[in-house]
């Protein structure tokens, strides 16, 4: 495997979530394929788990990873292309790439939306020069777009509580004081329609996600609706996509409060578990009550992260 950004990369979903199994099962069965092996691990953007659990899996697999915080550990680099880099910006990805990757055998990069120029963020063109100028196996750590190893975190997890052959599994918009992008829900959309679950999008108009992820889901602006009979509720916020109004794009169109997922939400839904990627705001996203109750499985979610990580680590060493 040479990249790993979306659901397709990893072919069959069926054999994917049984090596998932096996590699949570026995971690450190496969210690020998990283060995003298190093995968770097770029963040551009802050992190706790992705950063944790990505070195997690590659210690698991025996490999050495090296992490690298842009612009605090290193030179500010500038991204675009054709720009007089007379700003703060000392180095280009142009050059940076090819260097980091001379160091390594894998690369994992997080470089989030900017939320001002669509079209940039939706060509994933940092990830992009990644792939041209590296020559090494990229995974996104969460790029503009797509935040893949979540998406396949939150599927595991979903596989391992599910109660029900086929679950229904609703994925809620939710307010957030901030812009935030669209990469976790994306993902989380592809990955539930590759899935064998019953999925519906719940969020305010305005807040349309791109169709390339939405698919085929069913898409309910009553969230009360769709949140009826749920065996999973997924929440999360995201910022305005623009696909219907373009020059929205990024900007924060309703921090309604009715949307924060609590008892009155959960009690519609078939005794759902309650899932989010975290970090979350608690009374914005959900209240206190629900992702302290029972049913939140925020925390194996979570830890599920050094599962799906590893899996893909492990199909890129063997591909080397
Ligand atoms: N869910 C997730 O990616 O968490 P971090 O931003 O802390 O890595």
């Not at 551009?44 to 944790?52: A, G, I, K, M």
């Not at 219907?244 to 959960?266: C, F, I, N």
Request: hydrophobic share 40%; proline share 5%.
């Amino acid at each position: 495997m040479k990249k790993f950004f979306h659901v397709n990369d990893l072919g069959d979903l069926g054999a994917a979530l049984e090596e998932a199994r096996q590699v949570k099962a026995t971690p450190f069965a496969w210690k020998h394929l990283g060995l003298d092996k190093t995968i770097m691990l770029v963040f551009f953007n802050s992190s706790l788990r992705t950063r944790l659990s990505s070195q997690k899996a590659a210690l698991n697999l025996g490999m050495n990873p090296i992490v690298l915080n842009i612009g605090q550990d290193s030179w500010k680099l500038e991204t675009e292309m054709g720009v007089v880099m007379d700003g703060d910006k000392s180095e280009h990805l142009r050059e940076a790439i090819p260097v980091m990757t001379s160091y390594c055998d894998l690369i994992g990069i997080r470089s989030f939306a900017g939320l001002k120029d669509r079209e940039f963020d939706y060509n994933e063109s940092v990830l992009r020069q990644f792939i041209e100028y590296g020559g090494k196996p990229v995974i996104s750590l969460e790029s503009a777009t797509v935040h893949p190893c979540q998406a396949f975190a939150d599927l595991i997890t979903i596989e391992e509580y599910k109660e029900k052959k086929r679950p229904k599994v609703v994925m809620t918009w939710a307010p957030h004081p901030n812009s935030l992008p669209q990469a976790v829900p994306n993902s989380f959309a592809e990955w539930m329609n590759a899935a064998d679950v019953d999925f519906v999008i719940t969020h305010p108009r305005g807040y349309e996600l791109d169709p390339a992820f939405v698919g085929n889901a069913r898409v309910e602006y009553d969230q009360m609706k769709a949140l009826e009979g749920a065996d999973f509720v997924y929440a999360k916020n995201w910022s305005c996509p623009g696909v219907t109004d373009p020059a929205q794009y990024g900007k924060v169109l309703s921090k309604d409060r009715s949307w924060t997922v609590d008892e009155r939400h959960m009690a519609v839904t078939d005794n759902a578990f309650f899932m989010h990627c975290l970090p979350v705001r608690r009374n914005m996203i959900v209240s206190d009550a629900v992702i302290d109750s029972p049913r939140s499985i925020v925390i194996p979610e979570a830890a599920n992260r050094t599962v799906s990580a590893q899996v893909v680590m492990k199909r890129m060493l063997e591909s080397l």
